[in-house]
């Protein structure tokens, strides 16, 4: 399917495509690639390709019936296999038996207990835990260094706090998808492409509208609408409503930030598909929530220890979000049909 080619300019996380037939722009997470879904616009089935390069732009846009479609459909997305038709004729069923037995993947033993915790423990998963490890805090020392020196340096640390988050955010999200395709080690990323500053800032407002999109509320309520009322802010620790507005942005932020490792768009914000896909997976989902509080309380008590301790502090703290990145792609792995994520224009 010619018409099926994804962007080059897009991250791993993401592949986006036009639609062979009416040329409509679609955005899908890559975890469905060489799977079939209906275009949003024209409701005709497409195959999600994988990622290659762009065609040259002066290259028509026509599809060849039955061009790179698989012998046997791949199977639908959410969707009744009634809404899904083949576009090309019926293979034989001794070949599409053949092509099914050399598609299939070498068999893996079930995840355990243990794969969890020793996830981040490969070469490249172990360089990028020292790098995020130590990386702060000696941004923190060229920051006092340039602190005496013009402003143009302090802009610069500023700049490199947000690139090393941006980059942080982005390894994390390929963990997601790692732990999504079943895949034990936390995966190698190639330095011959790096991400550019724009996308690294992208991610960092990406995550960072999930956050205000959980817990805004919670600070919208204990310290901006005082101050609207001219009155003092509210003994948060025995405010029912504080509790209230913190325990649903903890219940909804786990979600929010699965769609944005998957999507990596403004899609993730949409919270009509987060509440959907909770509520077709809503009590696995409540344990993951439950499992994600658990390491946000374990999180919060390693950062009471002593100021001499922050840097073994912080380090515990990263290895944490590792751990939580791969339970978060286990989870879309063994619930994947019934989050109801369709591709998305």
Not at 53 to 73: S, V
Request: hydrophobic residues 45%; proline residues 9%; positive net charge.
């Amino acid at each position: 399917m010619e018409g099926n080619t994804p962007n080059k300019r897009s991250s791993d996380s993401v592949i986006r495509f036009r639609c062979g037939y009416c040329g409509q722009q679609i955005c899908v997470p890559s975890i469905h690639a060489g799977k079939k879904g209906k275009c949003p616009k024209c409701r005709n089935v497409v195959v999600i390709p994988q990622s290659i390069p762009e065609p040259q732009e002066d290259e028509p846009i026509r599809l060849k019936r039955g061009a790179d479609l698989p012998l046997e459909p791949a199977r639908p997305i959410h969707t009744p296999p009634r809404q899904w038709h083949r576009t090309g004729p019926e293979p034989p069923a001794d070949i599409a038996a053949d092509a099914d037995k050399s598609a299939q993947p070498p068999e893996q033993k079930p995840a355990t207990l243990l794969d969890t915790f020793i996830f981040p423990f490969s070469l490249a998963g172990v360089l990028h835990f020292i790098l995020f490890w130590f990386g702060p805090f000696l941004l923190g020392l060229l920051q006092r260094i340039f602190a005496f020196a013009c402003c143009y340096g302090q802009l610069l640390a500023i700049a490199a706090y947000i690139a090393l988050l941006g980059y942080f955010y982005y390894y994390l999200s390929n963990c997601v998808i790692a732990a999504a395709k079943n895949e034990r080690t936390t995966p190698d990323v190639s330095f011959e492409n790096p991400p550019a500053f724009a996308d690294l800032l992208r991610r960092v407002l990406l995550i960072l509208g999930c956050t205000l999109i959980c817990f805004g509320p919670m600070i919208l309520y204990v310290y901006i609408w005082p101050f609207i009322q001219s009155r003092t802010a509210s003994n948060w620790r025995t405010d029912p409503w504080y509790w209230t507005l913190y325990g649903l942005g903890v219940f909804f932020f786990p979600m929010f930030l699965l769609a944005a490792a998957l999507f990596d768009s403004i899609a993730a914000l949409n919270p009509i598909l987060i509440i959907g896909s909770i509520r077709s997976t809503f009590l696995p989902y409540c344990a993951l929530a439950l499992l994600f509080y658990a390491i946000g309380l374990l999180m919060n008590f390693i950062s009471q220890w002593q100021a001499g301790w922050a840097l073994l502090t912080w380090g515990i703290d990263v290895y944490l979000m590792f751990i939580a990145a791969y339970i978060l792609g286990r989870f879309f792995r063994r619930y994947e049909n019934r989050l109801n994520w369709e591709i998305k224009p």
